[in-house]
């Protein structure tokens, strides 16, 4: 089967979570997978590049100028240079820089287990204005995976994820440190705080370097915190029904509501 002109991708990091996920569901597809890890030696990473149509970067963000450097001089138009990352803008740029060829950003915003009634939706932006066409088909191959894809532009995408992943941390972690200082507090959990405990366990211990990375590598999420620390203060002068009417947009097309 060949998608959209796709019959070979090779993956970067094809041994971690997100990799594994996009190997497999392309190989249901019929595409052929070369699936790369460390160490990228010449030999493994030309032959994986060799009539590729696609490659998929699927690594840490702050690893990405290392792996994209060995990936480099085996790599030409018309293959399309692909990401898979939860920031946009700097990694864009890095691939605009380094690569001629067609370029394209993706942000799967989902982890490798996806939750029931959840949709899996992938952000998708193209890197140059002709590479819109090449966009168009990896939103399909996207598609055809079972995703739900959109196209985003890197500077919306950045500004969204600093409030979705990067304040959602960082007020997360605020919050419990303060919570801390409370001399006995553990006594009097309810059930809505314990959902807010189970729910931020993850985060805070197993996912703390990834959160934090993120965190630090989105170039929108210092303002987005100052804009936070605003609403704060609105709450602070008491006029928690101008922010809950403001908040309640979120529920605007629920019928109940």
Not at 34 to 62: G, K, Q
Not at 157 to 178: C, E, K, P, W
């Amino acid at each position: 089967m060949q998608l959209e002109g796709f019959s070979k991708i090779a993956i970067v990091g094809a041994n971690g979570q997100m990799g594994g996920l996009f190997s497999k569901a392309f190989t249901a597809l019929g595409i052929e997978v070369a699936e790369l890890s460390r160490p990228y030696t010449d030999d493994d990473v030309r032959a994986a590049l060799t009539d590729c149509d696609m490659l998929m970067l699927s690594v840490p963000v702050n690893a990405m100028i290392s792996v994209l450097d060995q990936m480099l001089p085996h790599l030409s138009a018309p293959t399309i240079l692909c990401d898979v990352g939860s920031v946009k803008v700097h990694p864009m740029k890095v691939m605009l820089d380094k690569y001629d060829g067609p370029i394209v950003g993706t942000h799967p915003l989902f982890g490798p287990v996806i939750p029931e009634g959840f949709t899996p939706r992938v952000a998708v932006m193209a890197g140059r204005e002709e590479d819109r066409r090449d966009a168009y088909r990896v939103a399909t191959i996207m598609d055809a995976c079972g995703y739900e894809s959109f196209t985003s532009t890197a500077e919306e995408h950045d500004r969204a994820m600093a409030f979705i992943q990067g304040l959602n941390f960082t007020s997360t972690v605020a919050f419990l440190a303060a919570a801390r200082d409370v001399d006995g507090i553990d006594k009097f959990l309810t059930p809505s705080f314990q959902r807010r405990l189970d729910s931020a366990r993850k985060m805070l211990t197993q996912d703390m370097e990834l959160f934090g990375i993120i965190s630090e590598a989105n170039p929108y999420l210092q303002e987005t915190n100052r804009k936070f620390m605003n609403y704060l203060s609105v709450a602070a002068g008491g006029d928690l029904d101008l922010l809950a009417d403001r908040a309640q947009w979120w529920w605007r097309n629920n019928e109940s509501y």
